[in-house]
């Protein structure tokens, strides 16, 4: 889910048109494994400071055509949970149980 800072950008018409081109270009298909994409990741993060410029926000060299399992993989690591826990396929943390 969006941060608050950039929820308008990502409801943008400008987005839109940019993320559907983007992807379109990609046949949906994900960079990383070959999968179906389903998201526009940027390379470099959009942050607070860098919103509002073009060159971060709708450059299409800083995209990246991704499925829902690499884009968790690239910013909802292992590593950010507790033991016990982990991502599913949606990004949601869910309860495992320990593998004896």
């Known amino acids: ?6 929820k308008a950008f990502y409801n943008s018409k400008a987005w839109e048109r940019c993320r559907n081109g983007f992807m379109q270009s990609k046949h949906y298909i994900c960079e990383r494994c070959g999968g179906a994409a389903s998201i526009t990741h940027h390379k470099k993060y959009i942050t607070p400071e860098n919103i509002s410029n073009p060159e971060v926000t709708l450059n299409w060299d800083n995209f990246e055509s991704l ?15 507790a033991n016990g826990i982990k991502f599913d396929a949606n990004g949601n943390l869910i309860y495992v149980s320990p593998i004896d």
Not at 1 to 6: E, S
């Open 67 to 81: 499925c829902q399992d690499c884009h968790n993989r690239e910013h909802m690591t292992s590593e950010a949970t």
């Open 1 to 6: 889910m969006a941060q608050d800072y950039a």
